[in-house]
């Protein structure tokens, strides 16, 4: 019986596409092409050379079961893969086959290479390394960069203006200037993500043939314990290390991880070392983070760090304006400047008041109008961001005990009172992140040792008291209400 290569990867497709999600198969196996059948040797064409790393490190034992499932034990996978034009000379679409016994590797044929897609992984002893191809340094990688994450829609104001022009200048000449490497940090949703994403679309731009890639510290992390656990490391870090720009997003979830640190730390070192460029992001900057071996911190320092602050009035505007034009999308003045002027902590969350906004208004096909926005903004800020303080604290325990406001902050020692008080201290503690220091100053300008004093007896009181322990109780609801 002759089959062709299409009926056999047919096949193979409809037992992979049983076996894993819809979208990887969607991202990884549609894009295949079968392109011949040589005996029991099915050739496949894929995209990229990420693409072949990707499925080896992913689906080689899936492959291998459809594989011999379809031509028996002697079933042989052979990849095709699509260079793209970088190699230095010109060549686009350039094309070598890569060959892949089950056993041994045996001859390598003329210009194709060698890479260790082996069937029998489970008996192969030494694996080559199969990201250095002799003569074909530049691979084609996906750089997960997201296209709509461009300088051009990225404002720039007094909150972000170093970090930007440094990201400018990076891009323009990446490796090359005194940003190396780059960190960028500031709390969520201020913008870390979109700069690096930037810089990253722009080496591409005005570099073409450099290799970038984009990943949150989560995706390298999981590579590489996927990467341990197929002994595959070495693939891992020599992969990482063609990189010519390295983009690693929220680098604070190093903290702890130690064998991701020294990965890291490698693959960082060999980059700067050969001049490449590293972009890193965090949450805080570097003499804050905790968790990481000061050998990595101190590489953190070496370049600039740039922090992103929160945007004021005016750019806040820009932001939401430039949002509105990019999707073609006109509200009134007031409305935007009502927006900018009531979301004030966070860009991602402006902008999430002004979808809501919009879907609002056309689901329930409203104009939008400044109630609209008034009602919207109303249940947003409120279902998102309503932080407790200590002087709301005082206030509903105030209320409580009908007592004025003042006396909280009175030196009086009235019995009554100084429960009170240290009702309030106990709460600050419990609901706040305020220091024992700065609770004591706002209850009265007393030092953390009254503070924690407060904290204990309120505590035994309620062991002892049932009266006292139900008036705790009702009033913790009332504040966080
Ligand atoms: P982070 O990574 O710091 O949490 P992001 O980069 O994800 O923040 O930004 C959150 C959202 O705010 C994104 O949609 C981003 O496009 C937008 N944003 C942040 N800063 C700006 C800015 N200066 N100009 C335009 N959009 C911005
Ligand atoms: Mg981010």
Redesign the pocket.
């Known amino acids: 019986m002759n089959r062709t290569c299409t009926e056999v990867w047919q096949n193979c497709m409809d037992v992979i596409r049983d076996n894993i999600s819809q979208q990887s198969f969607k991202t990884w196996f549609e894009p295949i092409t079968p392109v011949k059948l040589d005996g029991k040797v099915l050739t496949i064409q894929v995209p990229s050379q990420f693409f072949y790393e990707w499925l080896e490190e992913h689906y080689i034992t899936l492959l291998r079961k459809t594989i011999r499932k379809e031509l028996g034990t002697e079933g042989r996978l052979e990849y095709k893969i699509i260079m793209d034009g970088s190699s230095g000379n010109g060549e686009q679409g350039e094309q070598f086959s890569v060959h892949m016994p089950t056993s041994n590797r045996s001859a390598t044929r003329n210009a194709s290479v060698s890479m260790p897609i082996d069937l029998n992984r489970d008996n192969a002893k030494e694996i080559p390394n199969p990201f250095i191809i002799p003569g074909l340094r530049k691979i084609k990688v996906n750089s997960q960069l997201n296209e709509?994450?461009s300088f051009d829609?990225?404002?720039?104001?007094d909150?972000?203006r170093l970090a930007?022009s440094a990201g400018y200048a990076v891009s323009q000449s990446p490796g090359k200037t005194a940003f190396n490497p780059l960190l960028i940090y500031?709390?969520?949703?201020?913008?870390?993500?979109?700069?690096?994403?930037a810089i990253g679309l722009d080496v591409k731009t005005n570099f073409p043939d450099k290799t970038v890639l984009y990943v949150t510290l989560d995706q390298f992390t999981n590579q590489f314990i996927d990467a341990v656990k197929n002994g595959s490391q070495n693939d891992f870090v020599h992969f990482y290390q063609m990189m010519d720009v390295l983009i690693v997003?929220?680098i604070q979830f190093l903290s702890g991880r130690e064998k991701t640190q020294d990965v890291f730390f490698n693959i960082f070192n060999h980059l700067h070392q050969n001049g490449k460029q590293l972009v890193i992001?965090s949450d805080k900057p570097p003499v804050e983070m905790q968790g990481i071996k000061p050998r990595l911190l101190s590489r953190f320092k070496w370049g600039l760090s740039a922090d992103?602050q929160v945007?004021d009035l005016e750019?806040r505007i820009?932001?939401l304006e430039?949002?509105l034009y990019n999707d073609g999308i006109t509200i009134p003045s007031e409305v935007v400047e009502y927006l900018a002027y009531s979301v004030t902590t966070n860009?991602?969350e402006?902008?999430g008041a002004l979808i809501s906004i919009i879907a609002q208004s056309s689901l329930n096909k409203k104009a939008i109008t400044l109630d609209l926005a008034r009602q919207m903004i109303d249940k947003f800020v409120k279902s998102t961001t309503r932080e407790i303080s200590i002087d709301y604290i005082q206030k509903v325990i105030c209320d409580y005990f009908s007592l004025p406001v003042e006396l909280m902050v009175s030196k009086t020692r009235k019995r009554e009172i100084v429960q009170a008080r240290q009702l309030a201290m106990y709460f600050s503690k419990k609901l706040t992140k305020a220091s024992l220091a700065t609770i004591g100053l706002h209850c009265g300008n007393k030092d953390h040792a009254t503070v924690l004093h407060a904290c204990r007896t309120v505590t035994n009181l309620q062991e002892t008291d049932k009266q006292f322990k139900l008036y705790v109780d009702e009033l913790e609801k009332k504040i966080k209400l």
């Open positions: 709509s994450y829609t990225f404002i720039e104001g909150c972000n930007r500031s709390q969520v949703g201020l913008g870390k993500t979109h700069l690096a994403q997003d929220d992001t992103l945007p750019t820009a932001i430039k949002k860009v991602r402006l902008e």
